[in-house]
C-alpha cells in the first residue's frame, strides 16, 4: 500500500519560509499581460510586412490600424482589472474573520473573598499611629496585637467578618448586607456606644465597608478587602479622626 502524501494547506505554506504567496489578481493577471504583448508584437509585424510587400498603403490606413488596436487594448486592460478586483472583493468577503473573544474571557472573574486568612505581620502595615490616634489603652494595644487573621464569608447578597485573636474576650463580629443598608455595631475600640457601617461590593470584585462612630474620638473609616493575586488578601484601611487621616495596609495568606 502506498503512503499518501499529505497536502499542504494554503495557510501552512505561508507560513513556510522562502514561499511566497500569490495572489488571484498576480496568477491572473500576468498571463494575460503577456498575451496582450504577444498580440501587439504579432500585429504590428503584420502591418510591416503588408507595407514591404506593398509599399502603396497609404500611412493613414496604417496608423487608423495602429490606432484601433490600442484602443481594443485600452479596453481590455480596463475589463481585467476590473474582475481582478470583483474577484478579490469575492475572496475579502468570504475569508473567514477572526471572531471577537467574548466577554466571559476578556473580563476577569470577580473573586469571592470568602475564607480563613492569616495575617502577615511582617508584611503588613504597622497599627501604631491608628492606636494612637484613637487613644487606644495598653490592654486594648496588646489584643490587636495578637490578633491573628480574619474570616471572611461571602454571598451574594452579605458580607460578614470575623476577627480571629488569641484572647477570648477580644471578639469582632460584624455582618453586612452588599445592598448598602445600614447596620450597627459594637464599636472597634471596645468604648461604649455603637458605630454604624455599610458594605458595598466594588465593580472589580473588592468590598469596602465604611464605618462612622460619635464621640467620644469620634470618627470615620473604611476597608477595602480585595485580592491582588490567588491566596493573598489585602485590607486598605483609611482613618479620619480628629482632623487627621491615616492610611495603612493589612495582608493576609489564605489558610
Sequence with gaps: MSAQV??????????QPG???????????????RYTRVQL???????????ALNPQLEIQFIMTCVSALFGLLLVRLVFTRQQAESVNKT???????????SAATTQPKTPNLSGVWVKDKAASDSMEPTLKLMHVNRLIRTAVKLVKGVELRQTGNS?????LSGILWFKIKEQYPLTGEVRQFKRRDLRKGLHR??????????????????DPLGGVGTDVFYIPAPGLLYVDSTILMQGQTIKYRTIYNKH
Design 41 to 51: 508584437l504579432l500585429f504590428i509585424a503584420i502591418l510591416t510586412a503588408a507595407y
Design 159 to 163: 458580607f460578614e467578618i470575623i476577627v
Design 91 to 101: 475572496v475579502q468577503r468570504h475569508a473567514p474573520q477572526p471572531q471577537a473573544e
Design 19 to 33: 514561499v511566497t504567496p500569490r495572489s488571484h489578481e498576480q496568477s491572473t493577471k500576468l498571463p494575460r499581460t
Design 197 to 214: 457601617g455599610t458594605a458595598e461590593k466594588l465593580p472589580d470584585g473588592a468590598v469596602c465597608i465604611t464605618l462612622e462612630w460619635d
Design 6 to 15: 499529505p497536502r499542504l494547506s494554503q495557510t501552512s505554506r505561508q507560513d
